[in-house]
């Protein structure tokens, strides 16, 4: 009897100490399309991704047509691709939405410093990424299919087309440059291809 009592013991301490499955962090975001894990950070009520999107869908490209490019900034979007490419649950940010990260990131000229990445950048514009946005030089695809700015420039579509003074064709498009830290918008033809940063949740 002592023994059969000592076995049940060896195996309650085995059974007690075996580890846990992992569960998904809270600030990671798993896309069940294709099982990509996303960074995403609440900034102002809002939860974005902090890795522009990467499902390949139609309209999508990789910078130069080389995936591992794809692999390290995402996927390159016509406006209308972008419009359908975030998961169930997100979506393409409105202009209300990239206002709120502009005011959280100081609604100023030097915003882009919050939001950019620390490396990466062209000259010496990296930011110190405060906010967690993680904003990459991920360059952008041309509407004669050629390719630049990687380092220089991020391109984020907005969900926004119709504005006053906005040729038609176009959509509105919040960048960030290497000549300074800044965070605006300007109007871009829906066939150029940008970055994409999926957002969700109320302010």
Not at 62 to 73: G, I, R, T
Not at 177 to 185: E, L
Request: glycine share 8%; net charge neutral; aromatic share 16%.
């Amino acid at each position: 009897m002592k023994c059969f009592l000592l076995f049940l013991l060896s195996v309650s301490v085995m059974v007690c100490g075996a580890p846990k499955a992992k569960k998904t962090k809270s600030n990671e975001f798993k896309d069940l399309r294709d099982k990509q894990t996303y960074r995403t950070v609440k900034v102002d009520g809002l939860e974005w991704f902090a890795d522009n999107l990467n499902f390949n869908t139609e309209n999508s490209y990789c910078f130069k047509d080389d995936e591992d490019n794809c692999m390290a900034y995402g996927r390159l979007y016509t406006w209308n691709a972008a419009r359908k490419a975030c998961p169930a649950g997100w979506h393409l940010p409105t202009q209300e939405d990239f206002e709120s990260l502009w005011t959280a990131a100081g609604a100023d000229f030097n915003a882009g410093y919050l939001i950019k990445t620390n490396y990466g950048w062209a000259g010496k514009t990296n930011g110190n990424d405060t906010l967690k946005f993680s904003a990459m030089p991920a360059g952008n695809r041309f509407d004669d299919e050629t390719y630049g700015n990687m380092e220089k420039f991020a391109f984020f579509w907005s969900d926004h087309d119709q504005f006053e003074g906005a040729e038609p064709g176009t959509a509105r498009v919040w960048y960030l440059t290497h000549k300074s830290m800044a965070f605006s918008y300007m109007s871009k033809g829906k066939n150029f291809g940008f970055s994409v940063r999926c957002v969700r949740g109320a302010r």
